[in-house]
């Protein structure tokens, strides 16, 4: 009997014009979406190359620029990649520095991309409701609810049977939207997955399918709550544009309501502040010295690097005070980041959107990586720069003036920058929060469904 009302269900929708309006537009948009993703994907690997070969030609010991590779799933998924920076630059006695992104397309920030994520997330997610909004208050008012039920068949099997027919309808969706997305794929580009790529993308898939569960367990739910079509319809929108809309946008406001962090303002005045004072001790120094070596008679060669380290430990000590307020910033961000997450588990989309970045290596998370991988290079790298010191004290005083003269070490003597995106098993374990909120939804709608059909007045 359920295998009956599966195939009744399953047949109602596929042959529903509402069906076919809704796969043509979710084709049309996986399409548009692919092609324009291919060609971004492929300009931005011919910049990153560009990029890396002008900043090999012109980079200097004091200063170099470092860049990060578009990953090969920003093809499927943007994340954060093109809104902010993939480049940072590195300078003696400053903080690193990241480069504002590239993306030349000046309505870029007023829309959110159109990847596959937002097809995936927004599109089906609306389909499901217009799929399951009439399961029971339509068949309630087409009167044939009263009559599969007057044959005696249990309501648990009506219920489970269009839950059923439902989601498959939104799996045949799915596949013929995938299968001309990798057609279109194979036709503009190849990218060449890694093995670590396809277990992303078949989590990401994994992701996908319970994430529809849920839509269609909830649309089931009002359906199961309302006794009008018409009123669940209303009542589903309403519930997609908050959970879709509304809340995503609200968590990170609220968040940031929540734990302060340093306005940039703030740190600009404090960095003005200690850049003043870094100059003034520096004077202050630089006077003792050209007294003492007045007095003492140094040699030319002598009052070189004396004045050279003064500058250099006064350049470490401005840094070092730089990057304690940068990492106070940071620190706050990522804590309102991290509340906002939580906040916007209260919608499934919320929990759907961290989720899909995160795994497809294109998520803040993926960014924060890049920036500690520069800083730990600009550390170890500019370290050559204070070794010709021997002793680091404050005073010029104390310090060993039998140095000789100062000279970069060789290529080979400098660390090399490398950058490892973050593995597959690190990422599947960020986002199991998430993936166990959404089935926790698909379980708990589903349950409420069940609760209230039970009691479903028929008539």
Partial sequence: MLWTVVKKELWINLTSLRFSVSVFI???????????????????????????????????????????????????????????????????????????????????????????????????????????????????????????????????????????????????ALIMATSVGLIVLELNIRPGFAWDDWIALGTIGLTVLIYLATFCSLGIMVSATTRSSATAILA???????????????????????????????????????????????????????????????????????????????????????????????????RQVRLSHILSYISPYGCFSTAVPRLAGTGIESHWRFLEAARRFDSAYFEAFYRFTENRAKDISEVKLSLGKWRWPKPEQVPQFRFEEEGITERVAGVLSEIVVLVVYAVLFFTISYLRFLRYDVR
Avoid at 87 to 105: C, F, Q, R
Avoid at 127 to 148: H, N, P, Q, V
């Fill in 26 to 172: 979710l084709v049309a948009l996986v399409i548009a979406s692919l092609v324009v993703s291919s060609k971004e994907y492929t300009g931005q690997l011919r910049d990153y190359e560009n990029k890396v070969k002008l900043h090999k030609a012109f980079a200097k010991h004091n200063n170099i620029t470092l860049d990060r590779r578009p990953p090969k799933l920003s093809l499927l998924f943007r994340g954060v990649v093109g809104n902010v920076g993939s480049s940072v630059e590195l300078t003696v006695g400053e903080t690193p520095k990241l480069k504002e992104s590239s993306d030349e397309n000046l309505l870029s920030p007023l829309f959110p991309p159109v990847d596959l994520g937002f097809v995936l997330g927004m599109v089906m997610s609306l389909m499901a409701f217009f799929l399951t909004y009439d399961a029971i208050s339509g068949e309630r008012e087409r009167g044939t609810l009263k009559l599969i039920l007057s044959n005696q068949v249990p309501r648990s099997t009506v219920l489970l049977g269009k839950w059923i027919g439902g989601y498959l309808t939104l799996l045949v």
């Fill in 236 to 334: 589903l929108l309403l519930i997609w544009v908050l959970s879709v809309l509304v809340v995503p946008s609200l968590s990170p406001r609220i968040a940031a309501a929540i734990i302060e962090a340093p306005s940039p303002q703030k740190i600009v005045a404090e960095k003005r502040v200690a850049k003043s004072e870094r100059f003034e001790r520096a004077k202050k120094r630089h006077a003792v010295a050209s007294a003492r070596a007045e007095a003492e008679h140094w040699t030319d060669e002598r009052i070189a690097n004396a004045a050279w380290w003064i500058d250099a430990s006064e350049a470490k000590r401005y840094k070092d005070e730089m990057m304690r307020l940068e990492r106070e910033l940071d620190n706050a961000v990522r």
